[in-house]
């Protein structure tokens, strides 16, 4: 490996290390220093573009992963990355296009199908959505989001003991969840169990002191 090669992998590797601090401030710094060398350097791209998209420039993120894209066709992260990136500016037309995408190369990638849940629960698309969130719990077990949305879906379509698991579930892998707990109080309350939902409010309240829904769940219980 020549110099310049095992340069930018050094350079690389240092900005993957602040990365992980979250200072993404220097990943910026060493990933345009990279590509001003290497205007082509897929993970710096790919880096830099996560960056932007948590700082919710989606635009920026947009612009990069398009650039990673062409090096790299089939790559599912960067496809459903732009998918997500597209959705999150508003284009879901574009957004549903790029995860299909993913799923062509792999009918069993877990965010594209977790993301097509999402959008079609946007466009309210319920059954739809209902049949990519179930594949994705599926295909891992342990996605508490993907719990979580499905329950969602299910209490809207009236599925209250279907929702009531998939709440459970969500909380099982995230004890923390306060609105799977205050979900969970919903659909309780609407199976007739009014002093087990009034429990779930109360534990929301310990995870998320200022959940506004479970102060307006608990309070409606107390003047029921």
């Known amino acids: 490996m020549d110099n ?61 992963l398009e650039k990673a894209i062409k090096i790299q066709p089939e790559n599912t992260t960067i496809l459903n990355n732009l998918g997500t990136a597209y959705r999150e500016s508003g284009d879901i037309e574009k957004a549903m296009i790029f995860y299909q995408k993913v799923l062509k190369i792999n009918s069993n990638h877990v965010n594209a199908n977790y993301n097509l849940g999402l959008v079609f629960y946007g466009l309210k698309e319920i059954r739809k959505a209902k049949e990519y969130l179930e594949k994705t719990v599926k295909i891992q077990p342990n996605y508490a989001f993907a719990h979580y949305s499905l329950g969602n879906l299910q209490k809207e379509l009236n599925e209250l003991e279907k929702a009531k698991e998939s709440y459970l579930q969500a909380i099982k892998i995230r004890p923390d969840f306060a609105s799977a707990q205050n979900n969970l109080g919903l659909v309780l309350s609407n199976l007739g169990d009014p002093y087990s939902a009034m429990e779930c409010y109360k534990k929301t309240l310990e995870l998320e002191p200022k959940h506004a829904g479970a102060y307006n769940n608990l309070g409606k219980l107390y003047t029921e």
């Open 4 to 64: 310049k090669k095992q340069s930018l992998k050094e350079a690389f590797e240092e900005a993957l290390g602040y990365y992980k601090k979250k200072d993404f401030k220097n990943v910026g710094i060493i990933c345009y220093k990279i590509l001003s060398i290497n205007p082509d350097h897929f993970d710096s791209l790919s880096l830099l573009a996560n960056t932007f998209a948590i700082n919710k420039n989606f635009s920026k993120a947009k612009e990069l």
